[in-house]
């Protein structure tokens, strides 16, 4: 039995966190950080072990308990891409909070650290049950969260967030148990690779759908996110946009498409027309926000719906261009709510209109925030823009159609980014209090540089993130196969014009000569 | 051949540094790196371009890094040299330089210098990038690259609400068109299974014949790609539609408008429709839109161009109608004429706004040329900077002495070329060009003379008032209001020199090769060798056209701004509908905001309030929690303890089950 890396990934948050419920604030904050970095190495020398090209589960942990249910941990390319951004964002949330949180400071950190814990067990867990227990857990620190240390209308959005999401998992809970029963087994690798009745895979799709639709956000389930953003404190929003968002697009990867393929192809028009009216709807709506908050809540909408068009394309570039936007979203609007979080702990509004000229008095802040907009803008040589051209060239060979309506997304994200960008950081310092505002300090730069090296390194050389998923997506494409849709864009190639167009005759009498 | 690396990360590394060192360290530093990274790129530049004009170099790739590999779809970073390639390098690089250099002195007093020129670096860097492409991915990351920059610039005196909106247009637009050239690079990838520019090119005759599926449509592959991607190009290369950002993009500094606005960004799309070429020639219908739209370009942006009051306006227009010439000159298959024109065109368009900066600097900040007069006096080395300037881009040139300026040669062969396609679109785009050459020429002088000749009419403008503290009234006869305009330092002279040079030879030295030379284009471009004997073979008549309506207009505006100045005014006036609708560019502003800006802030608004908080939440989570908080006060009733009710309850139920059951 090779080292448990996994499971002592999910202790060291999980005994720190019990930890800091008996310590002092400042202790508190220094063992919280301290246990998220280490985790941060931990994960590194994960991703450096893991072996690319070799089985498709590693570092796998088995042990058996009651009743067939088993504690079953691995993680393929995949989960090993979501769970670094997991270590990777948590550090930086804690430093987030170090000087913006001062009540409960124990119980905080705590609640920040068990958050841990679960979003990596999400990933690694390879038992239904087990998944379905940190799926869900995963809400109560998150309500705390937003419910004990929000804003001041915290408790209608942490009820909101709560009701939306139990809702879907009852379903799935209920699919999860007719699924283990029909199959005999709740080992995941198992189920997907087995082959559920065709008729049966409609309903367990949609129960499954029902509970990742409301955690991707789609259309029209979205409302809780915005709500959810305002009101959660800045680190709360990091992780919101950085990691809870993307167990939706996680959901669909490791269960409806390779569980229910036949579901997923006869149902992907749901997704395509949701996703359309996603990327419309919420741009639109994220143009006219008053809250910086909020426009970057309902930005987060618009991309993830490239997400999931990305995904039901069903070949390589949709599902690989999915993966990317999720990873690249996970940092960017992370980072975007940290360059919020920055200037609400100096001025304590949201508003857009209370600032403006911040690039005057605040440069290497508007650097920085001008770096993340341009990614979530998706401009090349960002990571946004290797998922987003990959996922969009995807569904390119499925619909023209989708793939015209979802592209103009690119129009309306400058729009609205550009419009926020420019409402804060250019034009005349009108508030006083805004152009008193101090430049970032050392632990604020220690939080941004990182994001922003890594937003550059993936959209460089995105090869590092494509590579350990290479196999896994191919995996899936081939279990795909089988029932992708047939194109619209399908070509015929005709007989090849003799001339070129054009192509002239020349009769040979010259007038003069140059 | 690796010097094509120096030449396109210097650039890059100059910003990095100049950008990050910002104000920490005296802004001459920031200045001379990028500067001195500028002037050794483009002295690598040349002996490349050289090499490739006497024959000795061959097309190569430098392969860099890896980019993304995802099934099929793989691109690299690679940085490709060919004949093409090697005439951007040279345009770029060297008005590039000069634009540098022309900056120390332009921006001498801006507090924010080492921002600025860490932004033209990362421009130059961009548009490297973008021309020595190996992939259509490459160009896409080039197109953006230039278009951030832009936007940086456009909005570099980012306090002015103007220059903000102005940056936000021009990416906005831009982004329009990038949706057609993403839409096409998809297209092409999933019809070539491939995005690699050579390999396409190689296999784009044998789907001339074929057909696919778009938006439920069955159209020719290769019209509908094409006609994708041209899009991307109009919207860089500001052609009618997409157009409306350019003239707003000149609130950012002059030099920008010089380097970015004129000699070289916009040209990206001629220069994308030159490089994809043999891909363009399989789409009969696409060369035809491009004819069209270049043509109906070339001659709305001239009409605009005679109306305008702002100096840096009637450039900018000017620019929007050279750059419609060499669009139709590659819809009709003469892609080295249009190359030809983008080439002397980088010389004279940059002189020309280079040269305007220059006028800007000495009349205190103010650009409308109603303001402006007799200035030839003052600042003379200008003003025959911009005379040189002026005679190119009207076209100054006799045929049978076979002399010429730049813009003669170039302008020349594309309305030859022309009208020797011989086609019904060919004839439009001649009679459209002929007819812009008018206009052309008219609004050239006009600018010259307005600016240079007559009286000064300084003390009008606002700005000379604020230089010299007085009103017109306490100026009384004295029109100059006691100002006196200064020539330019010498940073910014040297440019204006050079370039004057380049616009007055360009066009001679290098018509042979540009025109005629087939080997010299190689595999670079479709190269159309009957159609350049036609185009030699055009009748006198054609030949002296351009010519003949430049002496017209030149006469035209020599009656109407130094004969007798009262003949604009009248002609305004008499002239009522057309002229407004010239001067207002054709409405096309009010139409979009109108069209998109209004109904889409409304449309958002309307989705907000109704869609999402009216409709979902009242509905959804709202909705659930007014049920159960009414169902809970309705459960509560039941329970309400009294034995009467229970019992009243029990009646009706029995009464209820015995009916029931009865019947």
Redesign the interface.
């Known amino acids: 039995m090779e080292f448990p890396i996994l499971s002592l990934m999910l202790a060291v948050p999980l005994v720190a966190a019990i930890a800091c419920l008996f310590l002092n604030a400042s202790s508190a904050r220094m063992v919280a950080l301290f246990a998220t970095l280490i985790d941060l190495a931990l994960g590194i020398l994960l991703w450096l072990n893991y072996d690319i090209g070799g089985a498709q589960w590693q570092f796998t942990e088995r042990a058996q308990l009651f009743a067939g249910f088993q504690y079953a941990l691995g993680i393929d390319g995949i989960a090993l891409m979501l769970i670094m951004l997991s270590v990777f964002l948590m550090p930086i949330c804690i430093l987030a909070s170090w000087d913006s949180i001062t009540k409960r400071v124990g119980e905080y950190m705590a609640a920040f650290l068990l958050m841990e814990v679960l979003m990596i067990g999400v990933f690694a867990a390879q038992d239904l049950f087990l998944f379905y227990i940190f799926f869900e857990a995963g809400l109560i620190p998150m309500y705390l969260i937003i419910g004990v240390w929000g804003g001041d209308n915290r408790i209608y959005a942490s009820?909101?967030f709560f009701?939306?999401t139990l809702l879907g998992s009852v379903l799935m809970l209920i699919a999860m148990l007719w699924m283990v029963n029909e199959a005999g087994t709740s080992d995941i690798p198992t189920l997907m690779q087995y082959d559920f009745p065709v008729g049966a895979q409609l309903w367990l799709w949609l129960a499954f759908f029902a509970s990742f639709a409301v955690k991707m956000p789609m259309w029209?389930?979205h409302?809780?996110l915005?709500d959810a953003h305002v009101q959660a404190p800045t680190a709360g929003s990091v992780i919101l946009a950085g990691v809870l968002l993307k167990l939706g697009g996680y959901g669909f990867i490791r269960f409806s498409l390779p569980m229910f393929p036949d579901a997923s192809a006869d149902l992907a028009w749901l997704v395509f027309a949701l996703s359309m009216v996603a990327v419309i709807?919420?741009s639109?709506?994220?143009?006219?926000?008053q809250d910086m908050k909020k426009l970057i809540a309902y930005s987060s909408v618009a991309h993830m719906a490239i997400v999931t068009v990305g995904l039901f394309a069903f070949?390589?570039?949709g599902l690989?261009?999915a993966m990317m936007v999720m990873l690249g979203h996970g940092l960017v609007s992370g980072a975007l709510f940290l360059c919020v979080g920055v200037i609400y702990d100096r001025l304590h509004t949201r508003e857009i209109a209370r600032y403006g000229?911040l690039?005057i008095n605040m440069?290497k802040y508007a650097?920085f925030f001008l770096l993340f907009t341009?990614a979530s803008v998706g401009?090349?040589?960002t990571s946004n823009?290797?998922g987003e051209?990959?996922a969009?060239?995807g569904i390119?060979?499925v619909s023209?159609?989708v793939?015209?309506v979802c592209?103009?997304g690119?129009?309306?994200g400058?729009?609205y980014m550009?419009?926020l960008f420019?409402r804060v950081?250019?034009?005349?310092q009108k508030n006083a209090d805004a152009a008193a505002m101090t430049d970032l300090n050392a632990r604020e730069w220690a939080m941004l540089a990182p994001i922003a090296a890594a937003v550059l390194w993936m959209g460089?050389?995105?090869?590092s993130f494509?590579a350990p998923m290479r196999q896994d997506i191919?995996a899936l494409?081939t279990r795909l196969a089988s029932v992708a849709p047939r194109?619209?864009?399908?070509?015929?190639?005709?007989?090849?014009?003799e001339n070129?167009?054009?192509?002239?005759?020349?009769e040979?009498?010259?007038?003069?000569?140059? | 051949m690796n010097s094509i690396l120096f030449i396109v990360f210097l650039p890059l590394l100059a910003a990095v540094v100049a950008g990050l060192v910002n104000k920490s360290a005296p802004s001459v530093f920031a200045k001379s790196i990028t500067t001195g990274a500028l002037f050794i790129s483009c002295a690598l530049s040349w002996p490349i371009f050289l090499s490739f004009v006497n024959g000795s170099a061959e097309a190569s790739v430098v392969p860099v890094l890896t980019w993304v590999q995802s099934g099929a779809l793989s691109f690299d970073w690679a940085l490709r040299v060919d004949t093409l390639t090697a005439v951007m390098l040279v345009v770029i690089t060297t008005v590039s330089a000069l634009v540098h250099l022309y900056s120390w002195g332009y921006m001498e007093e801006d507090p924010d210098q080492p921002r600025f020129f860490a932004y033209l670096s990362l421009f130059t860097f961009a548009m490297l990038m973008l021309v020595t492409a190996d992939n259509l991915v490459q160009m896409f990351f080039g197109w953006e690259g230039v278009g951030l920059a832009s936007y940086l610039l456009i909005g570099f005196w980012f306090k002015k609400p103007s220059a903000n909106a102005a940056a936000i247009k021009a990416f906005v637009v831009n982004r329009v068109g990038d949706l057609g050239f993403m839409l096409g690079i998809f297209g092409t990838f999933w019809v070539f299974g491939t995005v690699s520019i050579p390999e396409i090119l190689e296999a784009a005759p044998g789907m001339s014949g074929a057909t696919i599926g778009f938006l439920g449509l069955r159209v020719y592959t290769m019209d509908v790609l094409c006609i994708l991607l041209f899009i991307g190009a109009m919207g860089k290369s500001a052609q009618l539609g997409l157009h409306t950002w350019l003239p707003d993009a000149m609130e950012g500094p002059t030099p920008v408008s010089a380097l970015i606005h004129a000699a070289t960004m916009v040209t990206a799309g001629v220069f994308m429709v030159c490089r994809l070429s043999p891909m363009f020639e399989t789409a009969p219908v696409a060369l035809g839109i491009v004819t069209f739209i270049g043509a109906a370009t070339c001659i709305f942006a001239a009409t605009v161009g005679t109306t305008q009051w702002d100096i840096k306006r009637v450039i900018a227009y000017s620019t929007c109608s050279q750059l419609g010439y060499m669009f139709f000159a590659a819809g009709v298959g003469a892609y080295g004429a249009a190359m030809f024109h983008l080439f002397t065109h980088a010389f004279f368009k940059a002189l020309l706004f280079l040269g305007a900066g220059s006028v800007i600097h000495a009349m205190h900040h103010e650009q409308d040329m109603r303001y402006y007069g007799n200035l030839r006096k003052h600042i003379p080395f200008t003003f025959w900077a911009m005379m040189a300037g002026t005679l190119a881009i009207t076209g100054v040139g006799i045929y049978h002495l076979g002399a010429g300026f730049a813009g003669f040669w170039s302008k020349d062969a594309i309305l030859e070329v022309a009208y020797g396609r011989g086609t019904e679109l060919g004839n439009f785009a001649f009679w459209m060009g002929t007819l812009a050459a008018l206009l052309t020429s008219f609004y050239s002088w006009r600018l010259m003379f307005l600016t240079f000749w007559g009286k000064p009419r300084w003390i009008e403008s606002e700005h000379i008032q604020h230089s010299v503290h007085k009103t017109p009234e306490e100026a009384g006869e004295d029109t100059t209001g006691g100002y006196h305009p200064h020539e330019s330092p010498l940073s910014m002279l040297i440019p204006l020199g050079v370039l004057s040079v380049g616009a007055v030879l360009a066009g001679q030295v290098f018509a042979p090769t540009f025109l005629d030379d087939a080997a010299f284009w190689g595999q670079s471009i479709f190269y159309n060798e009957d159609l350049i004997h036609r185009m030699h073979a055009v009748p006198y008549l054609v030949k002296y056209a351009a010519f003949i309506v430049m002496l017209i207009g030149l006469f035209v505006a020599w009656l109407a701004y130094i004969k007798d100045t009262s003949i604009p005014g009248k002609a305004a006036e008499q002239l009522g509908p057309v002229y407004r609708f010239f001067y207002n560019k054709w409405y096309f502003d009010e139409l979009y905001h109108y069209l998109f800006v209004v109904p889409a802030f409304w449309l958002g608004r309307q989705f907000w309030k109704l869609g999402d908080v009216g409709t979902i939440d009242r509905f959804g989570p709202n909705g659930v929690a007014w049920v159960i908080e009414k169902g809970s006060v309705g459960a509560k009733k039941f329970q309400t303890g009294y034995l009467y009710s229970y019992a009243l309850v029990m009646l009706l139920g029995l009464v209820a089950a015995v009916t029931w059951v009865l019947f």
Do not use: C
């Not at chain 1, 639109?284 to 926000?289: F, I, R, S, W």
């Open positions: 009820y909101k009701l939306y029209p389930v409302t809780w915005p709807y919420t639109l709506v994220a143009l006219v926000q070949n390589v570039q690989e261009g000229g690039s440069p650097l341009m401009l090349p040589g823009f290797v051209f990959l969009l060239a390119y060979e023209t159609f793939t015209l592209t103009t690119i129009i309306l400058a729009a550009l419009y420019r950081a250019f034009g005349e460089v050389y995105p090869e494509l191919a494409e194109y619209d864009s399908a070509l015929d190639e005709g007989t090849p014009r070129a167009a054009n192509y002239v005759e020349y040979g009498h010259e007038e003069g000569e140059h």
